[in-house]
């Protein structure tokens, strides 16, 4: 039987009883910090595999650091909970997990991060596709900036600077665009609305500099070391030019929503032909397939729980 359960202030509750008061300091000022962590089921072997559940948790611990935010539990202590969560509820399809740490107090008009206490929130959600395409996506440079690390820092995901994913993201898709593409403010390409960028030229992957301020992406990572390791491809990591986008052979975005997800064309111009670049696709098949088990070459990046 499946339940809608949280990890909420130390204990498994329902749902519906995860609540917090219109007085908390997280939801006037976005003082908090949260992870995306896909758990994927594999129908056959009836388990639900986590992806690279550690990896965000440690992630999510560097947040908090950012966030002057403490609470009593470890990274391990973090995967456990999460563990028991997913055995709670009896999800038995794909799923999106959600840790939260958030600035509890119930402080309004009070424009710090210490002395306010924090606490820790898990929820779990069923979750299919990020983006609803089988095919290559159409993007759109955005008109808004990405933020620079000076302003608020960009590696770790802070709730409040989503805001400026949401704006970029609500533009694309007002146009008749799946998603957008952010712009640094020197002009380079920083990453998608949620999604770390590459580019393929020539047979060489290029992917932007994390000071480009995007996120330090775990699926980036992924996708790195699958296009070294499977295709013996050369990766680079560098500033990226708008202009270089459209005369790139092919175009992808990652991330734990997006899984690796095809560019087809921005701005209205057709990356490649516009369909899915073979190279893409070879790394996409390789990441689909080690995500749910089905890879024994990638196992270090799951932790398997049987549901």
Partial sequence: MVKSLAFFQGKVVPIDQAKVSVMTHALHYGSAVFE?????????????????????????????????????YGVDELCDITIDLIKQSGIKEDVYIRPLVYKSEEMVANLVLHKLSSDFTLIIVPFGAYIDTDGAIECCTSSWRRMDDTIIPPRVKISGHYVNSILAKTEAVL????????????????????????????????????????????????????????FGLKVVERSIRRSELYLADEVFLTGTAAHITPVGSLDNRLIGNGNVGSITKNIREIYLKSIRGDNEDYQEWLTEVKV
């Fill in 175 to 230: 146009s008749g665009f799946d998603e957008a593409i952010l712009l640094n403010q020197d002009g380079n390409v920083s990453e998608g609305s949620g999604e770390n960028l590459f580019l393929i030229y020539n047979g060489v992957l290029n992917t932007p500099l994390v000071s480009d301020n995007n996120l330090t992406g775990i699926t980036r990572d992924c996708a790195i070391k699958i296009a070294q390791n499977e």
């Fill in 36 to 72: 995306g962590i896909r758990g994927n089921w594999n129908k056959k072997k009836n388990s639900m595999y986590i992806f690279r559940m550690k990896e965000h948790y440690e992630r999510l611990i560097q947040g908090c650091k950012m966030m002057m935010m403490d609470i009593p």
